[in-house]
């Protein structure tokens, strides 16, 4: 499909397309795990929840990206999320990571704001399948699996626990990956990803949003 998504006109990046960082924490929110980012381009940044004690990763920045700039910097294909994006009224999204303090595991949210709730289901369900995912646990109202994955390009054991949530007309992705030498005994932190979607749930259904 050739159609040209448009978004907002800021966009975020791991080093290919040129973002914006947004790294400075807004105030704490006390019922919330984590802090919202704070930006004045993106309307997603205040609605990001981040766990508490993780810090600023800088190979991969923080900020907003459009559909151009997410399907040239993070889609694995781009042809297909084009269309799902086209088909979802994609409007802005908001890309944030994180490491924990012993830099082991790295956190990364997402979210995309569609045309509408529907929409938004569609697009979850539509991204969510293009990876398999036979590991589900225990996460109500949402998307989740856990799984321990050989990365044959590092040679390494790489633990991932993933997430997916639609709230109204927008889908949150979650991801926490710890990668080790072969052989480590690792177990995906599921842990942090179910306090992080029920946060980031209470987040999105406040009533000042």
């Known amino acids: 499909m050739t159609a040209l998504l448009l978004g ?7 080093g ?3 973002a914006t960082a947004a790294e400075t924490p807004a105030a704490k929110h006390s019922a919330l795990t984590g802090t919202a980012d704070k930006t004045a381009k993106n309307t997603l ?10 810090v600023a990763d800088p190979g991969s920045l923080t ?7 997410y399907l040239n910097t993070w889609s694995a294909d781009p042809a297909v999320d084009r269309a799902l994006l086209l088909n979802a009224a994609f409007v802005e999204g908001y890309r944030a990571t994180r490491l924990s303090p012993d830099k082991k595991k790295r956190y990364t949210v997402q979210l995309f704001k569609t045309g509408s709730a529907t ?3 569609a697009l979850q369900d539509g991204l969510w399948k293009q990876d398999t995912h036979d590991h589900p646990f225990a996460l109500p109202n949402a998307l989740s699996d856990a799984n321990v994955q050989y990365d044959g390009a590092a040679d390494q054991s790489v633990a991932v626990a993933e997430a997916s949530l639609a709230i109204g007309e927008i889908v ?4 926490v990956r710890e990668a080790a030498a072969l052989g480590t005994a690792l177990t995906p932190d599921t842990g942090l990803i179910t ?3 029920k946060d980031q749930r209470t987040r999105l259904t406040a009533p000042s949003n």
């Open 172 to 175: 949150v992705e979650f991801t």
């Open 63 to 69: 900020g907003a990206f459009t559909a151009t700039s």
């Open 119 to 121: 929409k938004a289901q």
């Open 195 to 197: 306090t992080l979607v």
């Open 45 to 54: 940044a205040d609605l990001v929840v981040l766990p508490r004690g993780y």
């Open 16 to 18: 290919r397309s040129s």
């Open 8 to 14: 907002v006109t800021a966009c975020g990046s791991d």
